[in-house]
């Protein structure tokens, strides 16, 4: 039996999945976050209402994955993936990657047959609730950019 002071990975990784989806349901471009499985998030994904981010598209979707660390000395692995109904798809990943240097990095495609472009990418924090107001800005960032340039 663990101690009652144990670190447990799957719990730490469960609450910070459940502080991101409420972080979620706050925004104002979300219309719904749900964590999957309800009892023990593995993932939280959202439907975005496309505008409110001022995108062209007319669905959009977000999906989030965390994972605390084996131990809470580890860094979290997580990715914040977006994709929408034009076949473009993001995210910004905080992971092992033989892409990038490092551990953060963003990736995108414009449509499904292109592969992935990568870029390194340094998180302003590691705390769930402020990576996800971080990246929804940097989001909205891109999307804007990327519509504007379609023009």
Not at 52 to 58: D, P, S
Request: glycine share 6%; hydrophobic share 35%; proline share 8%.
């Amino acid at each position: 039996m663990a101690s009652p002071n144990a670190y447990d990975s799957a719990e730490a990784s469960h609450r910070a999945l459940r502080v991101i989806r409420q972080e979620l349901e706050r925004h104002p471009a979300i219309e719904v976050a749900q964590g999957f499985p309800p009892d023990a998030h593995a993932s939280v994904e959202a439907t975005l209402n496309p505008a409110q981010l001022k995108t062209t598209a007319g669905e959009a979707s977000l999906t989030v994955r965390w994972f605390a660390g084996e131990s809470p000395d580890d860094p979290p692995q997580f990715s914040i993936h977006y994709s929408d109904d034009t076949g473009f798809d993001c995210g910004w990943h905080h992971e092992p990657n033989p892409h990038v240097e490092g551990w953060g990095h963003y990736q995108e495609r414009p449509d499904a047959e292109t592969a992935y472009a990568y870029e390194s990418y340094s998180f302003g924090s590691k705390i769930p609730t402020r990576v996800v107001w971080e990246i929804l800005s940097r989001l909205a960032t891109v999307l804007a950019e990327r519509d504007s340039g379609a023009e």
